[in-house]
């Protein structure tokens, strides 16, 4: 009886496990990836000056390789990190382009990079070539650490974040009485010829938290590491972001 | 003092039979346990604890879960069609009289005894022929036919009383309800050990794997990791305890029959 126990606990436990890793693996990887903010290198307009036969300057127009100056890096703001669609997923790739003149938060380039690359202009965390990162839109995290890398007031960035934070906080910390009120509730009425539904209704139970707390947490990407279960490495990332 | 001596040799071949399951869990949960370069395992004990293994198998190589539940798939359905199929054919063997059955069983055991390589070229060439190979069904179909259970069972089934099943003729013609009403339920821990057999037998399936299947996505973890291909030796030992405890949960539900049944079949 007591090895037919340990069998269903274990059965319970290993296969509940299996089949939330499998819904949400994918997404807990996802989380430990940089996120980037990009854009495509394409061709704009630039004014420029033509000089006509007689003499005279005219205003006009061309058109050329640009990217958002947010997207030059480096000590020498030469530097380009730019997304590539491999086997692996998107990887990060760095190019050192030579540039032109500046119009409207855009720079020409006038070699280095081909029209159509996707220029990194934003990311939530350090990044490094090599590094297997995720597209994003223009999000507070990659607001926040772009801000923060280009020295510009982010006091209102912070504020908001902790809001944000002190809500998920109060979140997850709900979750636990609702949880006990749910299994209390399991064991009040799964009983007798219900007793089946105990377990099943605790399994759907729990991958509701899960959805639930997936929806709603947000966490700075500086303090994720590259690991989940890296617990120097959520303090140390902490420690440095000083939110 | 002999039994002491006795005891003790006895406790060390047990030892020696589990140190590659023992090292296996115990280099899964280590840091740097393992020499990576040769696939070597160093010491007998790791040199930390980490769940790092565990950690990139399971949420870096998502996709070995796909697997997973492959093996549980190919397993679950092998195991309940191939007892669907023994059944009836045991119930032939056993209690129906027709010329060459003798002849057609001793066809079936020296197919048992056939090692497996020699019927995967057949087996291949049909699946191809059937537009078959790299489908599930590639894995399912030749497994459900295999011939050792129908053996086990017919075993068992032989040694039933046949007054039973004589009285049984007087109530009703049909063969099909004396076997599922009279002869099924006698078979219970049969059926159960023959249940963990299979089972067992096709979630450690490697070559039907490798050669039926081409795509990564349709493989079983039993494929996957005997190939290792793209896992860590830290990934494969952590898969490897993954991979073991569905067969231990089903001993520890079964280990009563399964006994039970082996005793039963003179086994």
Known sequence: MKTKRAADFIFAVFFT???????????????????????????????????????????????????????LLGDYGDMVYAVNETENGLILVEYIVSTGEESEGYIEITGGILTGTLAVIGSDREIYPGQ???????????????????????????????????????????????????????????????????????????????????????????????????????????????? | MKKVVVKMMLSLCALLFLLPIMLTVVHSFGVQSVDEGNFRLTSLVPSGFSLVGYYDLLIEHFYVLRNFWNSVFYAGSIT????????????????????????????????????????????????RDMKLLDTPLAIVLPSVFAPFSVFLLTQYMKGLEQSYVEAALLETKSVFRIMLQMIVPQLRTCILAVFVFVFAEYWNMVEQADIYLRRETLKPLSGLLAIGEGLTTSEVLAGSVIFMIPIVILYLYFHDSLEVGLESMKL
């Open chain 1, 17 to 71: 496990v299996m089949l939330l890793l499998t819904m949400f693996a994918e997404d807990l990887y996802r989380l430990t990836l940089p996120k980037v903010a990009v854009e495509e290198v394409t061709r704009r307009a630039f004014a420029a000056e033509m000089t006509g036969k007689d003499g005279a300057v005219y205003e006009t127009w061309r058109t050329v390789p640009a990217i958002p100056t947010e997207a």
């Open chain 2, 80 to 127: 309940c069609l191939n007892i669907a199929v023994s059944v009836p054919a045991a119930y032939a063997f056993s209690q129906a009289r027709f010329k060459g059955k003798e002849l057609l069983f001793f066809f079936y055991i020296m197919l048992m005894m056939m090692p497996l390589q020699v019927t995967l070229l057949p087996n291949y060439i049909g699946l």
């Open chain 1, 132 to 243: 297997q990162v995720i597209i994003t839109g223009w999000d507070e995290s990659v607001a926040l650490h772009t801000a923060r890398e280009r020295g510009e007031d982010i006091s209102g960035y912070v504020q908001e974040m902790r809001k944000r934070l002190l809500t998920d906080i109060v979140c997850v910390v709900g979750v636990i009485p609702v949880t006990v009120v749910a299994v209390l509730l399991c064991n009040r009425f799964c009983k007798g010829r219900w007793r089946f539904l105990k377990v099943p209704a605790l399994i759907v139970w729990c991958i509701l938290v899960c959805l639930f707390l997936r929806a709603t947490i947000l966490l700075p990407g500086e303090w994720i590491p590259e690991k989940l279960i890296d617990w120097e490495g959520w303090k140390t990332n902490r420690e440095s972001f000083q939110l």
